[in-house]
């Protein structure tokens, strides 16, 4: 099964990390990554930019409405994640426990992500993108 850990931080939190020197957090970050590579759990990570470097697209009117960074709600933001492929929800619990560079402010939010398998297999759409993913190497 596969689980998304996405990585939160409130401002106070995020701010607190401007002290660590960037080849601190490599490494600190390196070795974790490591670790779910020698396992074979990890199936993507990645940090993700600034808040500020970045927009949002609101549906709530049509045309919907582009807002550029930053954001009135940042606790709402997150700035990176890992997919992970483990047995269970338990077994991502434990991983998540063992992130680097976490303190009071920061949260990891962890949700399954569902597969293919797991749609409606006569659905022509889903036909498609089983055809893509198999295309692609993904199945």
């Known amino acids: 099964m596969k689980y998304m850990l996405i990585m939160r931080g409130d401002d106070e939190a995020v701010a607190s990390f401007a002290d660590v020197k960037f080849e601190d957090m490599l490494e600190a970050m390196g070795r974790f ?12 990570a990645e940090g993700l930019d600034a808040a500020e470097e970045g927009v949002v697209v609101d549906y709530s009117s049509t045309p919907p409405v582009v807002t550029d960074g930053p954001y009135g709600e940042t606790k709402e933001l997150f700035g990176g994640y890992y997919i992970l ?4 929800k338990e077994e991502a619990v434990e991983w998540a426990k ?3 560079m ?4 920061i ?3 962890i949700r399954r992500v569902p597969g293919i398998d797991e749609f409606p297999q006569d659905n022509p ?5 089983r055809a893509w993913r198999e295309a692609n190497g993904q199945l």
Do not use: M
Not at 33 to 44: H, K, Q, W
Not at 102 to 105: F, I, N, V, Y
């Open 33 to 44: 990554n490591d670790e779910l590579i020698s396992s074979g759990v990890l199936v993507a």
């Open 85 to 88: 492929d483990v047995a269970s």
């Open 98 to 100: 063992r992130l680097p």
């Open 102 to 105: 976490t303190r009071p402010g």
């Open 107 to 109: 949260k990891t939010e």
């Open 125 to 129: 759409w889903v036909q498609r993108e």
